[in-house]
Structure formats: structure tokens, C-alpha cells
């Protein structure tokens, strides 16, 4: 994917010379700089990291040969 940019700058997940820190990073640059501008900033956060874990294999399996 690296290889042929097919992703943006902003996906940082699972990529080599991007980790967690260089997504904070990001992000608090972000809202320093919307917060300049007086911009509103709502912000939402979903951690995935472990719910592909708790699929049961066996009940999946069916649906995905569908």
C-alpha cells in the first residue's frame, strides 16, 4: 500500500515511521490549529485493537463464504 500511495497521511496505523505517537502528534497539532481559527471541535474516539478478537471464528466463517 506504501508503495503505491494508495493511502493518505492520515492513516498512521500499521505502517513503518508511523506509530501512535506520530497520530497524537498529528492530532494535537490539529485542534492547536483549529482552536487558533476559533473553530468548534467535537471529537470521537473508537478503539478496535481488540474487538476482531472476540468474533467467534466458527460462527464467522459461514457468513463470510456467503
Known amino acids: 500500500m506504501d508503495q503505491y ?3 493518505t497521511r492520515l492513516q498512521h496505523g500499521f505502517r ?3 506509530s501512535f505517537e506520530t497520530q497524537l502528534f498529528a492530532t494535537i497539532q ?3 490549529s483549529l482552536r487558533a481559527k476559533g473553530a468548534h471541535v467535537d471529537i470521537a474516539v473508537l478503539d478496535f485493537s481488540k474487538a476482531f478478537g472476540e468474533v467467534p471464528n ?6 463470510l463464504r456467503m
Not at 466458527?58 to 457468513?63: E, F, G, R, V, W
Open 58 to 63: 466458527k460462527q464467522l466463517m459461514p457468513i
Open 5 to 7: 500511495n494508495l493511502l
Open 30 to 32: 490539529d485542534l492547536f
Open 16 to 18: 513503518s515511521r508511523f
